[in-house]
Structures are given as C-alpha cells and as structure tokens.
C-alpha cells in the first residue's frame, strides 16, 4: 500500500485549524476535535490503520467509534495532500442517512472537507457530488452500501486513491447478524474494485460468530485484521426486568417511571397498534409524547426525529424503526414495553441511553405472553423452501402482471393471509442478495436476473437460520429472568470476559458455516 504516500505538502488548512503532515493522532484528537485525552482502544486502533493494517473495532455505541476512522482520515490526508486526483480519499460505508448529514455538518464545522452521497439527494446534487469527487475534493466521503450498484459512483470512485475503507454498522454485512443487509454482501467485490486499500469495520454488537463473518464477507482472513473489542459495558447503565401481567400493568410502571425520570425518554413497542393505544392511554393521563413508526411517511418521521433531538424533554413511543442514527446525548430512560427480537436489538436500543454519561435506566417490561408476537415475527421473517420456489416462478414467469400491478399484488398471490407475514420482503432481500432479482421494492420494479440457487431450496440450510433467530430470542427470555449480574449475561452471550478491555485474537474454535 505504498501508494498512500505518493504525495505530501508541509500544511493543510481545515478552517481556522492548519494542520502539518507530522502531527499525531493526540494533536488532531484535542485541536480539531476539541477532546483531551483517548478512550479505551481508540488509540491503538488508531495506530494500526496509521500503519496500514486493517482492524475491527467494537465499542458500545456512544463512546466514539467515528473517531478510530476521522482521525486517520484527517493524518492521511493530510500526508498525501495535493491538488491532482489521485488525492487519497476516506470512504465510509454506512447505512444511517440520516446520521451521515449530521456527521458531516459536524466535520464541516470543524473545518473538515466532508461530503455524503445517497438517495436524500436530488440528480443534479449527485452528479454535483461526483464531479467534486473526481476532481480530487473531499478528505472524507459517506455512502450507503446501494452506492455500489451504480456504476457512475464506481466510475468515479476509481479515479481516486482510497487510503482508508471505513465499514460502519459492520454486523449488516453477516447474515447471521441482526439487522442484515443484501446490498453489504458485495464489500468484497467493491473492495477490489478499488485496491483493497486499509479496511476498517466498526460495530457496537457483534458475536464471534458474526465477527468472522465479517471478515469472510470482506474477503480477508482472520491473520489479516486485529480485533480491538471495548467490551460492551456502559457503568452508567442501570439494567432491570420487571415481570409484568397485561397492559394495565405496564401503564402503571410507565406512568412511575416518567414521574421519576423528567427527561429524554424512549418507549420501545413491537406493534403499531400498541403503540397507539399506549399513546392514548398517556394522553389520557395528560403524558406528553411523540410517535414514530414505520408507517410514517418519510417527512413526518424527520419531524419527529428533528423534534426529539432539539428538544431537551421529549419522550418518544416507536417501535424499533427508530434508533439507527439516533445520537442524543441526554436520553434518561429506554424502556422496552415489549421484548425485542433479539439481544443484539436489545442492547443496540439500550445503548441509545446515557451517552452524557449520567445515570440512566434501562427497563425491559417483560410479559411473558408478548413471546407470541415474537414467535409469529420469526415465522414469517423465515420463508421456508417452497414459498422461495414459488415467488421465484411468480416473478419469472409472470413478469407483465409482477410489473404492472406491484407488491401487494405479488403478496395475494401468494396467499397472505396474516398483517404480520413479512416473507415476501425478507425473500425479496434474500433473492438480492444472491444476485437472483434485480430492481426496488418502492416503487415495486422486479426483474429476474438469474437463477435460484440450490440453498434457497434446501430446507436443512433454512432451518439453520430459523432456529438461530430463535436462538436469539431465547437468550433474551433467559436474560428476563436472570437474578444475578445481568451486564455479565450480556458479556457472556457476545462471547465476552467480564470486565476487560483489550486487543483480542480472533477465536478458532468456532469456524463460520460458510455463506452459501
């Protein structure tokens, strides 16, 4: 990777700061980020993508993940500042749009040259961004993963040296993860597409399983990449699980703990309709709330969300549409009104709390019949053989009729019957994922590609992937009703020692299943 160094200057200016090709990460942290001193393994981290090695970094969220890349990525640009084209460049891969303008206003405040790319854009500020892109502007550049469809935003990407790779929200990448994403899967192609340069995946959960399959994804192997894992604890982080009996219950334990925590608040559901009915009750007893969910449209979301991080008291009821981006230091209380679908959701909903570092509570109101939900979700988020075998034929075979009457069309024929069944946008991604279909789901325009492969009709392989959701979901259920230390349960279930921070090897001992 020597191509990183092929251009230097004695300065650069970022605003009012100038900063010199010698300075080191302790000098960027406390005059551009305003920060006296690093946190955990910030540094060493830091050090080894200065050194041009790639590494994995897993840190709770709140305690600066963000800075293991811009640091670097202010040092090397400054190291290989130019005005030609081939001025290295940091890409960071992240799927939060909404937090990608925030990171960038920030940087840009900063006097940092930051920009960001997806869909929030008009064309023309696209193209904008690409021509600015080719000509060698930008220290560092956010995109969504879909940026890799394109092949304009490939075109012009080449025409730069990428220097450093910053993956965001690496655990979209595996699909055993949590919140897997089809568009992650082609990271090792788009890695080669642009040299392979320094990769660094970043992540606030992730199991040892999940962990070596991001590498794998990555195209790397495990000797290639350091893992720097934080640990998962938050000490300002109050855990508790009180067991509950019906809705009357949960209002009473709501409406007290408002009472004793005035601040920033979040209120997790699973349903819509829970949601809503939760809100009337606390209309009733005159509770102040926003709303958000997914079927919101995408203005009234921004709103809300616009709302809630402006003001200092808000409590908020959504389901778990909200989060991914959230990043309001004063939040006092998360509570889970139902139980969530996994204990990596879990614990990426309880990390939203607390970030200042004061006290803050972190409730899970456990009623052990809301697991019916929950099984129900599972069941539908898992389609089995013969419904991939199905949709496939439907989207092949009858193309003028997929095309002109939509998903919800595609939805009857394939005999839905539940509101909850979401197999049909879970094998929609799957079918993405393996370059099957090509198009979006909104607006609906789906075409076959190519062929089904022989794992979506392998039951034994579909059963695997069902039983480790259930798995998740079970962990959960024994975290509810765990009486000793519940942040050592967490540890213990991401494959953690209690009570350490440090550099860890990855374990061989428990090989990945290949990803078919």
Known sequence: MSMLLNHSAPTYSTGAISINKHMDPDSVLNRVFGHVGFRGNQLQAIERILSQQHAMVIMPTGMGKSLCYQIPAIILASQNASRDQARGLTLVISPLIALMKDQVDTLQDRGISAAFINSSLTRKQREKRYSAVARGHYQILYVTPERFRKSEFIEIIQKR??????????????????????????????????????TLALTATATPEVQQDIVQQLGMQEKEITLFHEGIDRPNLNLKVIEVWGEEE???????????????AIIYFTLIKTLHQFSDYLQSHDIEHL???????????????????????????ATNAFGMGIDKEDIRFV??????????SYYQEIGRSGRDGKPSDCILLYDERDLATQMEFLKWSNPDAEYYVRLYDLLKHDE???????????????????PFDHRLETALSILDRFDVIKGTQDPFHIRVIGDLPEVLGNPSYLETKHQRDLHKLYALVQYAKHSDNRKKFIHDYFGLPYGTSKTYPFPEDKPVEPSC
């Open 161 to 198: 040296t990428i220097h450093l790779l910053a993956v965001d929200e690496a655990h979209c990448i595996s699909e055993w993860g949590h919140d897997f994403r089809p568009d992650y899967t082609r990271m090792k192609e788009f890695r080669k597409l642009i040299g392979n340069p320094v």
């Open 250 to 264: 949960k209002l009473t334990h709501m409406l007290r703990i408002r009472k004793e925590h005035p601040g920033s």
């Open 291 to 317: 709303r958000y969910h997914g079927d919101l449209d995408r203005i009234e979301r921004r709103r809300v969300q616009d709302q809630f991080m402006k003001e200092p008291n808000h409590l908020v009821l």
């Open 335 to 344: 509570i889970h009104a139902d139980i969530p679908g996994s204990m990596e």
């Open 400 to 418: 003028e009729r997929v095309s002109a009457y939509g998903l919800e069309w595609v939805r009857e024929q394939l005999h839905f019957k539940d």
